[in-house]
């Protein structure tokens, strides 16, 4: 039965797909000219970092698949996002590893301030060069964005399409949007990020079945606000330490103020700063006021009233928000969520639709990443005819691969938690963790390092002292099939 039967009385146009079997080891992937009848297709919603990365692995895999974007156009959010050797293994395996290099700053440490800039302390992420392979890098988001999406062929990405409603049955699923427009496929893919349509139009099904745990019903937490921006690049008579080859994060943290500065330099001799604290409203009285996004205008009112806050590079706010252009700034809420539920029928979701981590934590981007190479290692395992217990079985091995791996990274996380903490108790917490050896960092790493590697792509050499390892794959999908 094809996809299409059940949906017997749709009138809206369906989209068709191409499938090609073929991709070779180096960035460039060559094409077959010979066009064969669709048999397995992802629609994947929301193309920022985790749905792009997906559709990338998908195009290498020669696994046919579409990205249905809302936004109209390439809109990528600018801030910056940190890539280690977690992700780097397998963007290099992609090819895209020089590319990334050309772009990125790489980080020496990250140092915590009082509000004075007098020294707290500071965390050496040196050694991970030598014990991993890689630097950890700062990246600006839309650039890594801009990357990925430019290695899919044309029509991969369709621009807006606001999805409405996920309809599945056993033999596909189909994803109808605005205007009438439908997408068939056999699997769809939420990678549309914290209010992701894709998780909500399952929770309602799960819910209307008695199917969806209480947890999941719990709205995202909301922690504080931030104000972020990305300047032009800057004088560097007047910011020497900007060009240095190593750049050093700094987290500025008072103890009567309720702010927090985070601030760092990136590729291109610019600065990347950020403020978090409660809402800061155009009145100047401080609420913690529920708005899901705010634009220029409101953040550039906000802004006016932490301009006065020192930086670490010399300087106050003021002077990094008259050098940072409209578009690159921007007011937005932190939020936090690490949802139960990942997938069921042939749903599945990645990236923030199932686990939200806080903007400053570090997280988001690379665990998103990480879900796909994930994800996409155990689709390229499920042979024709593509029943849907295969499907299930490597959703469901895909959540028992990365749950856990996202708890861990959740309680890692902790530690941006703790800098934005008040009390003499925090104090002291935070003057153990920013001066650790770092023996007790890498062993602290160690715990929980996973470099996972793309299967169906030729394994690249380990570049340090410790190997590249895969997800654990103690639950196959061929098991399952063969069951």
């Known amino acids: 039965m094809a996809a299409s039967d059940i949906y017997p009385s749709s009138n809206a146009t369906t989209d068709s797909f191409s499938t090609h079997r073929t991709f070779s080891s180096s960035g460039a992937l060559p094409y077959s000219t010979h066009h064969e009848e669709p048999t397995f297709k992802i629609v994947i919603v929301g193309a920022g970092i985790g749905g792009l990365m997906l559709g990338h692995c998908l195009e290498r895999a020669g696994i046919d698949y579409v990205i249905l974007e809302r936004h109209q156009k390439q809109q990528f959010t600018q801030n910056i996002v940190q890539l280690t050797s977690k992700t780097l ?93 439908v997408v068939q496929g056999d699997i769809i893919v939420g990678a549309d990020g914290a209010y992701s349509a894709v998780r909500q139009n399952l929770y309602r099904t799960l819910k209307t079945k008695g199917n969806l745990p209480k947890a999941d019903m719990e709205d995202l937490k909301f922690t504080q606000n931030a104000i972020t921006g990305i300047t032009n690049p800057v004088d560097l008579t007047q910011y020497p330490d900007v060009g240095n080859e190593f750049g050093e994060a700094n987290i500025v943290i008072g103890k009567e103020s309720p702010h927090t500065l985070w601030i760092s330099a990136v590729s291109e001799n610019r600065i990347s700063w950020t403020v978090t604290g409660p809402l800061i409203t155009s009145n100047g009285s401080v609420e913690n006021v529920m708005v899901s996004e705010f634009g220029p205008e409101e953040a550039e009112n906000a802004c006016r009233l932490i301009k006065d806050l020192k930086v670490p590079f010399g300087g106050t706010v003021a002077d990094l928000i008259a050098n940072t252009p409209k578009d690159c700034l921007m007011k937005y809420l932190v939020l936090e969520k690490y949802y139960k539920t990942w997938h069921h029928g042939r749903t599945v979701l990645i990236g923030e639709a199932c686990h939200k981590f806080p903007s400053f934590a570090g997280q988001g981007a690379e665990q998103a990443i990480l879900d796909a190479i994930c994800l996409v290692n155990l689709l390229t395992k499920i042979q024709a005819p593509y029943l849907l217990r295969d499907i299930n079985a490597a959703f469901e091995s895909y959540h028992e691969q990365r749950q856990p791996i996202i708890e861990t990274a959740r309680y890692k996380g902790q530690v941006a938690a703790l800098v934005n903490s008040q009390g003499w108790s925090a104090e002291m917490k935070r003057k153990v963790v920013f001066n650790l050896p770092v023996w007790v960092q890498a062993h602290s790493t160690d715990k929980t390092l996973v470099n996972p590697l793309l299967d169906f792509l030729p394994p690249i050499q380990s570049r340090g002292l410790k190997s590249v390892r895969s997800f654990s794959s103690s639950r196959s999908v061929h098991s399952a099939q063969s069951v």
């Open 89 to 181: 293994h397998a963007l290099e395996q992609l090819g895209l590893l020089d590319e990334i290099m050309r772009i990125s700053k790489p980080m020496s440490f990250i140092n915590l301030r009082k509000q004075n800039m007098s020294f707290i302390g500071r965390l050496d992420f040196r050694y991970t060069k030598e014990r991993y392979g890689y630097y950890a890098h700062i990246v600006k988001r839309a650039e890594l964005c801009k990357i990925l999406a430019s290695r899919m062929r044309q029509g991969r990405i369709e621009w807006g399409r606001y999805v409405l409603e996920v309809v599945s049955g056993n033999a596909g699923v189909q994803c109808r949007c605005t205007n009438g427009y």
